[in-house]
């Protein structure tokens, strides 16, 4: 599924002619720095060699037909004058999203066909819905010559999200979706949005970076992000700054101090000290040391269980399993209560540590979780 001349052949099948090119954006996952991005910190996401492909023509009548061929749903096709926030709820609000951002920015789209294949895996906390967003916007940035820099690009995929769809997602997503090249990890920084591509070359130092999918769906999430998020704003305000961004981490311990309540206390104590990890990261990377990198994203496991609480048991379960059986480190990554986490290995213990996450899992009568390896891969681009 999801090769770029399957799609295209399917396009072809769907709408009756060929289209004007294909177009694919990667899944992520994020190493270091989490709920960091709304708070205008650090993150370091890199891209998964999974992408969202679409096939896409242009149209001039304003009509928007929109086809996905992982769902079991009918073409769905809109008219791009009456696009309307929330107007559908299902999944062709993020397409459709992304056509209502770019003409609110002033960019006059005047309709298209779109047919798209994923092999990004849905609610995994690898965002699938960015993959999706940036893919469209690429397409049409090409297709009506919109000149859109990459950031911008991923801007206007933010808004489709939080402004169409609904979500009230930071910008990390798809930034690394559009930005990310291979090789790399992306250091965002969430406040002026500028980006910097870290080498993150695992293999060339005898390592590898596992991706253990728990297929727990955060079905908790929505209720819990927003509460931390009030929380972070609350902390920030508490403290007399706009964001907790400037927070420095070695003002940490008093600003702590001037924190009354328990729970903003905690939010605080992770996001300030995430950003440091993020820091701490980026300088073991920049010197060549990706091994050490593995107690840091240990650390931020315990910041996220303990401090924001937003883990699970099969998250912890990774976390501990993997590194019982020799992983150098690993860590929940994404918004939380399910989704995926990210492991450290040597290469050589890669199967073992595998195998020993699969054996706790079992043992604990979880299901099964998906194990592959997450090799820093390309951004967003056009494929034909
Ligand atoms: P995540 O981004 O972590 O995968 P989200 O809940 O943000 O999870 O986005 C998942 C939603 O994105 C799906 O429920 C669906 O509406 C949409 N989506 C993702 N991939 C596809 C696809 N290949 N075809 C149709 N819709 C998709
Ligand atoms: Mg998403």
Known sequence: MGSVAEVAAQFEELYGY???GVWSAPGRVNLIGEYTDF???FVMPLALPHTAVAAVAR???GVLRLHSADIDAPLVELHVDELAPLSDGGWAAYPAGVVWALREAGHAIGGADLHLASTVPTGA???SSAALEVVTALALDDLYELGLTRPRLAVLAQRAENGFVG???GVMDQTASACCTEGHALHLDCRDLSIRQVPFDLAAQGLRLLVVDTRVKHALG???YAERRAGCEAGAQALGVSHLRDIGYAELPAALQKLTDEKIRRYVRHVVSDDHRVERVIGLLDAGDARAIGPVLTEGHASLRDDLRISCPELDLVVSSANEAGALGARMTGGGF??????LVEEADADAVTKSVLDAFAAAGFTAPRVFPAVASAGARRER
């Open 59 to 61: 149209r001039s009548d």
């Open 338 to 343: 399910g989704g995926s986490a990210v492991v």
């Open 125 to 127: 906390g690898l965002s």
């Open 39 to 41: 708070n205008e910190g």
């Open 167 to 169: 979500v009230p997602c």
């Open 18 to 20: 060929a289209p004007d």
């Open 222 to 224: 929505d209720g819990a």
